[in-house]
């Protein structure tokens, strides 16, 4: 990237700062595994005057929903505990709870991490005891009113049930959770100024969290690390949370090479997994997102995963407590990371993260394609040759069992012979990979293009199961330019 679209990038937030009204902010992008850009803003002591700077730490809130949900999918990974078990099988207080109808299920560990336990919403409260100790969360489940619905019918944001997966974690591992967290990701990862100890990180260079109201700025109380910091207690720094979200990005793609990382690139991977029913984006990040191409969107574990029209691949999780707001946004398949913190009371920073995104998307240059595998060149490559022959059987050798029994070599070739007469000869231009045995393909002809979408069977050697052309005459591609 150029000096002038993270100069571009800088004023974004400049401009952000101001219209949101916020104390100061602190923003990251990484890039291919590295920190490339740091932009600060404002100021983290209004009191004693003192800028943001790039050490500055933040507490991030929600954001440390992900670290969470990984932890519990290290232990998983290690034999300890089973998702599906129920949550009273790790928390033996849980057993009492009464359930929200007699003919409920129980609630399992992995309803708590993609948030069907049937909890009710609890994001102003649950940011407010943070600091709740171990016998007051077990007053909690002995005498609340935890349901809202049966679990497993709905999503419902839940601060209460990551809380009780920091539970989970201390109780399996043997060991406080914090202790867990710092064992198992902060030091490997060398995140040396990421803490759950706000009080701690408040004594060195430290975003003191603000509100304003009618003109007047206001220190928020700064809640103390306790039983519930599971769901959103981490306090940070942008050079290390770029450290973690390299290592997040780190995990696609799924490739041959050695583990590296604190826990297992398919872990992570799996925070991305739709594992929640799918809901509109400004559910869980507060307002409609400016913007915004998601077509679709689910929460996974500690992430959310939209699926975007323009950026691809879109994972990303926002944070808010009582003067502060945060939110990161990850995309894979780019190995893009946009992160921003800021010391005001739930600064809706998912506006400004997607709008950044979508500035280093116009300013970077087209990704590179992925490489096909080379059972789908060996079957487009057929393809090719059949459409220049006129004669499907051409390809017989790569074609499934079923493509000419679902579509006789008479239609077949008639297609061939529909396409060539109206696009004339051709050549491959390029093949774009869905995975290993699906991809497009595009052939430049003489008088337009043919587009090809090919499905191979799963035999030991793939063939292709499903075949699709389309035709675009140059007639037809002038007029949708001329119309555009």
């Not at 932009?39 to 050490?55: F, K, N, S, W």
């Not at 940011?127 to 009113?145: C, H, N, S, Y």
């Not at 009618?214 to 769901?231: F, I, K, N, Q, T």
Request: proline share 6%; glycine share 10%; with cysteine.
């Amino acid at each position: 990237m150029s000096a002038k679209i993270f100069a571009e990038i800088d004023a974004a937030y400049t401009a952000f700062a101001q219209q949101e009204q916020l104390s100061g902010l602190a923003a990251g992008i990484v890039q291919d595994g590295r920190l490339v850009h740091v932009t600060t803003i404002g100021l983290a002591d209004r009191e004693a005057e003192r800028a943001v700077g790039r050490e500055t730490a933040f507490r991030i809130a929600s954001m440390t929903k992900n670290m969470t949900a990984l932890a519990i999918l290290s232990l998983r990974d290690q034999g300890r505990l089973a998702l599906d078990a129920p949550l009273a099988e790790y928390v033996p207080q849980f057993a009492k709870v009464r359930p929200a109808t007699l003919d409920s299920r129980p609630v399992s560990v992995r309803d708590l991490l993609t948030h069907v336990a049937g909890f009710v919403t609890d994001d102003p409260w649950g940011d407010r005891v943070l600091g709740m100790t171990p016998a007051e969360l077990d007053q909690l489940m002995a005498t609340g009113q935890l349901f809202a619905r049966p679990p497993g019918l709905a999503f419902e944001y839940s601060n209460l049930g990551y809380a009780l997966l920091g539970r989970v974690l201390s109780n399996v591992s043997g060991e406080p959770y914090q202790a867990y967290m710092r064992r198992t990701f902060l030091e490997p990862l060398g995140m040396a100024r990421t803490t759950f100890d706000a009080l701690e990180a408040s004594r060195h260079d430290f975003a003191w969290g603000y509100r304003l109201d009618d003109g007047a700025w206001s220190r928020e109380r700064l809640e103390p690390d306790g039983e519930v910091g599971a769901m959103g207690g981490l306090a940070t720094t942008v050079p290390d949370y770029a450290r973690y979200v390299a290592f997040l990005l780190g995990a696609w793609p799924a490739r041959d090479d050695a583990e590296t990382g604190p826990v297992r690139r398919s872990s992570v991977r799996e925070l991305a997994l739709w594992t929640a029913p799918p809901f509109l984006p400004e559910a869980v990040e507060g307002r409609a997102l400016a913007g915004s191409t998601a077509v679709g969107s689910a929460y996974g574990y500690g992430l959310m995963h939209s699926t975007d029209g323009l950026l691809g691949m879109r994972l990303h999780h926002s944070g808010g407590l009582p003067g502060y707001g945060s939110h990161v946004l990850m995309l894979p398949q780019r190995g893009w990371g946009v992160f921003a913190f800021a010391n005001g009371t739930y600064a809706p920073m998912s506006r400004i993260t997607l709008r950044v995104a979508e500035m280093l998307h116009a300013a970077a240059d087209r990704p590179a394609l992925a490489k096909p595998s080379a059972v789908l060149v060996r079957a487009v490559e057929a393809v090719v040759a059949a459409y220049g022959a006129g004669r499907i059987e051409t390809a017989e050798p790569v074609l499934a069992v079923n493509l000419l029994l679902d579509t006789p070599v008479r239609f077949r070739n008639a297609e061939l012979a529909d396409l060539k007469r109206r696009l004339g000869d051709g050549r491959l231009e390029r093949i774009e990979p869905i995975h290993a045995l699906a991809g497009h393909f595009t052939m430049t002809c003489l008088r337009g293009r043919l587009r090809g979408t090919i499905t191979l069977s799963p035999d030991a050697s793939p063939g292709i199961q499903k075949l699709v052309l389309t035709g675009e005459p140059i007639a037809e591609l002038v007029a949708v330019a001329e119309t555009a």
